[in-house]
C-alpha cells in the first residue's frame, strides 16, 4: 500500500510542477521591458521567439537523465529558470544593466528551463504508470496550460498593478515547487512494484480527471474578477486547496473488492507482468513479421505495386514501443511525417497565440484582449484533457492514436479559414477556442505518440528533438506574418500611431497571413493521416494482443 501511495503522490507532484513552471504563458512585463532595454517591437518580438529556440535545446534534459537523477536534473532547471528571469527582473528594477544580446540569451535559457521541466514530468508518467501511461501524461500536462491563471492570481493577490512582478514570480516560484517537491521523488521505488489492477487505476485517474477539470474551471473563470488584492487571495487559497485535493483521490478507491464489485470481471494487470512483456513482443513481432511476408507474396513483384501502396509499406514501424536511439529516429519516414504534422499544426498554433493580441487589436478588439487569451489558455487546458478520451472510450471504440492526431488537427485550418471569410468578433472567438482544443489536444497527445512509435525508454530524448520545430516554426510563421503586416501597414483603412510606432487596422493587416497558415494547417492534417495508415497494422496488433491477454 506505501509504495502503491507513493506512485500518485509522483503524478501528484508531476501536476504541481506542471502547473507553477509554464512560465512561457505570462509576458505581460513586455513594455516595461521594451522600455528599459529602449528596443523596438521588432526586437521585443524576437526576445518572444526567444524562449521558443529554448526548446531547441531541450533533448539535453533527456540526456543528462541518463547521467544524473532526476530530482537533480530538475533543479538545474529550477536554477537556469532563477538566472534567466531573475536577471531580466534586475534589468527592469535597473538594479544591473545587460546589452540586448544578453537579454536574448537570459531569454533563451529561461526557455530551456520550461523544456526540462517538462521532461522531468514526462518522465515521471512514463516510468511510473507502465500500464496507464496516457492518462497519466494527459493529466500531468493539462495543469502546464493553468499556470497563466496561477500567476495572475499569485501576482494580484501581491499587487495587481505591477506587470514586473511576473518576472520575479517566474525566477521563483519553480524553484519553490521544485523544493516542495524534492521529498516526494527522492522516495526509494522498487523495480518490482507491485501494481493494482488496471481497472483501479481507471477509476483513480477518473476521479483525478474530474478534480482537474474543477480546478480549471475555478482558475480560467474566476481569474476575471480577481483584479482586487483581497479577493485574489481568498481565491488563491482556494486554488491552492484544489491542487492538493487530488492527494485524497488515491485512497478513496483502496480496496480491490468494490473495483470488482463495478466490474466483477475485469482482468488484473500488475507491475510485475511486465516480466512478460518481452514475450508479448516476441509474440507482436512474430506476427507483424508473418503479415509483411504476406503482404509482400501478395503484391508479387515490386512493379506491380502502385506508389502509394510502396510508400505506405516501406520501412514502416512494425511495433509499438521499440526503442530507438536519435540515430535511429532521423533514419525513419514515420518520423518526419510526425514532426511535419507537429510542424504544421501544433507549432503553427503557438505562433498564433503569440500573435492574438496584435490581431485582436487590428480587427478592432483590443478591449477583448484579455477575454481571447483567457479562452485560449481554457480551451487548451481542457484540450490536453480530453487527450485521455481515446483511453477512457478504448473499450467501447478504438481507434490508433495517430488517427486521433489526425482528428484533432483538423480544427485548425478550419478556424484560419473561418477567419479569412469573417473578421467579427465571433469569428475570432470561435476560431480562438478552436486552435485552443486542438493545441491542448495535440501538445498533450504527442507525448503518448513518441513514446508509443518510438520507445518510452528514449522518449525523454526524442520527444525533446520533436519539438525543436517550435523556434524554426515560430521563425518562419512569426517572420511570414509580420511581412505581410508590413506589407498592409499602408494599405489598411486606419493606421494608428501608439508609442511612436504605426499600427495596422483592417482585416487586410492578417487576411493573407490566415489564407497561408490555412493552407499549411492543410498539410500538416495530410502528414498526420499518413502517419495514421502508415502506423495503422502496429496499432491493431497492439490492440489484438491486448484483447488476447484480456482473455486468458
Not at 521505488?189 to 476521479?207: G, K, N, P, W
Not at 516476441?282 to 502502385?306: A, I, P, Q, R
Not at 488517427?403 to 470561435?430: R, Y
Amino acid at each position: 500500500m506505501e509504495q502503491y501511495s507513493s506512485k500518485w503522490m509522483i503524478l501528484i507532484a508531476s501536476t504541481w510542477i506542471q502547473a507553477f513552471t509554464g512560465t512561457n504563458f505570462d509576458f505581460s512585463y513586455s513594455s516595461e521591458l521594451k522600455s528599459v532595454l529602449g528596443i523596438s517591437q521588432v526586437q521585443l518580438n524576437y526576445l518572444s521567439m526567444a524562449s521558443d529556440m529554448g526548446k531547441a535545446f531541450g533533448w539535453c534534459s533527456g540526456v543528462s537523465l541518463m547521467y544524473f537523477p532526476l530530482w537533480v536534473v530538475l533543479f538545474i532547471a529550477a536554477f537556469m529558470g532563477l538566472i534567466g528571469y531573475g536577471l531580466q527582473w534586475l534589468v527592469i528594477q535597473r538594479i544591473i544593466i545587460l546589452p540586448y544580446f544578453l537579454v536574448f540569451l537570459l531569454c533563451v535559457l529561461a526557455g530551456c528551463s520550461i523544456c526540462w521541466f517538462n521532461t522531468v514530468c514526462y518522465v515521471l508518467c512514463i516510468k511510473h504508470f507502465p500500464a496507464n501511461r496516457p492518462f497519466a501524461l494527459s493529466l500531468s500536462v493539462s495543469f502546464n496550460g493553468a499556470s497563466a491563471a496561477l500567476f495572475n492570481l499569485i501576482a494580484n493577490a501581491i499587487n495587481s498593478n505591477d506587470d514586473t512582478l511576473y518576472l520575479l514570480l517566474n525566477a521563483l516560484v519553480p524553484l519553490v515547487t521544485s523544493v516542495a517537491a524534492l521529498p516526494i521523488l527522492r522516495q526509494p521505488h522498487s523495480q518490482t512494484l507491485r501494481a493494482d489492477s488496471v481497472h483501479r487505476e481507471y477509476l483513480i485517474f477518473l476521479c483525478l480527471t474530474i478534480l482537474a477539470v474543477f480546478t480549471g474551471l475555478y482558475l480560467l473563470i474566476l481569474n476575471s474578477v480577481s483584479y482586487s488584492a483581497p479577493t485574489a487571495r481568498i481565491l488563491l487559497v482556494g486554488a491552492v486547496f484544489l491542487l492538493v485535493l487530488p492527494v485524497i483521490a488515491p485512497g478513496a478507491i483502496r480496496t480491490e473488492e468494490w473495483s470488482q464489485l463495478i466490474h466483477p470481471n475485469y482482468m488484473l494487470l500488475e507491475d510485475n507482468d511486465i516480466d512478460d512483456f518481452g514475450m508479448h513482443k516476441e509474440m507482436m513481432w512474430k506476427e507483424d513479421s508473418s503479415m509483411t511476408l504476406w503482404t509482400e507474396n501478395s503484391h508479387g513483384s515490386k512493379e506491380k505495386e502502385s506508389w502509394t501502396s510502396s510508400f505506405l509499406l516501406r520501412d514502416r514501424l512494425l511495433l509499438l514501443g521499440e526503442e530507438h536511439s536519435a540515430n535511429q529516429l532521423m533514419c525513419r519516414w514515420d518520423f518526419w511525417l510526425y514532426y511535419l504534422a507537429y510542424f504544421c499544426g501544433g507549432t503553427l498554433v503557438l505562433v498564433y497565440s503569440n500573435n492574438l493580441g496584435q490581431i485582436s487589436e487590428s480587427l478592432g478588439y483590443s478591449s477583448e484582449i484579455s477575454f481571447l487569451v483567457a479562452l485560449y489558455s481554457a480551451c487548451s487546458f481542457f484540450g490536453r484533457l480530453l487527450s485521455a478520451a481515446p483511453d477512457f472510450l478504448r473499450d467501447k471504440m478504438y481507434y490508433a492514436r495517430t488517427a486521433w492526431l489526425a482528428f484533432a488537427l483538423i480544427p485548425t485550418p478550419v478556424a484560419f479559414f473561418l477567419l479569412v471569410l469573417s473578421g467579427s468578433k465571433a469569428a475570432l472567438t470561435a476560431a480562438t477556442a478552436l486552435v485552443g482544443l486542438s493545441s491542448g489536444f495535440v501538445f498533450s497527445a504527442a507525448v503518448s505518440i513518441t513514446s508509443e512509435l518510438f520507445g518510452p525508454n528514449s522518449a525523454g530524448v526524442n520527444h525533446n528533438i520533436l519539438i525543436t520545430n517550435i523556434p524554426l516554426g515560430s521563425l518562419l510563421y512569426g517572420l511570414l506574418a509580420a511581412l505581410v503586416y508590413e506589407a498592409n501597414l499602408g494599405k489598411s483603412s486606419q493606421v494608428l500611431v501608439l508609442d511612436g510606432s504605426k499600427v495596422c487596422m483592417g482585416r487586410n493587416c492578417y487576411i493573407q497571413t490566415f489564407m497561408w497558415w490555412g493552407c499549411i494547417s492543410l498539410l500538416g492534417v495530410a502528414s498526420s493521416l499518413l502517419l495514421f495508415l502508415r502506423t495503422k497494422a502496429a496499432y491493431d496488433n497492439q490492440e489484438r494482443n491486448r484483447n488476447w491477454m484480456r482473455l486468458i
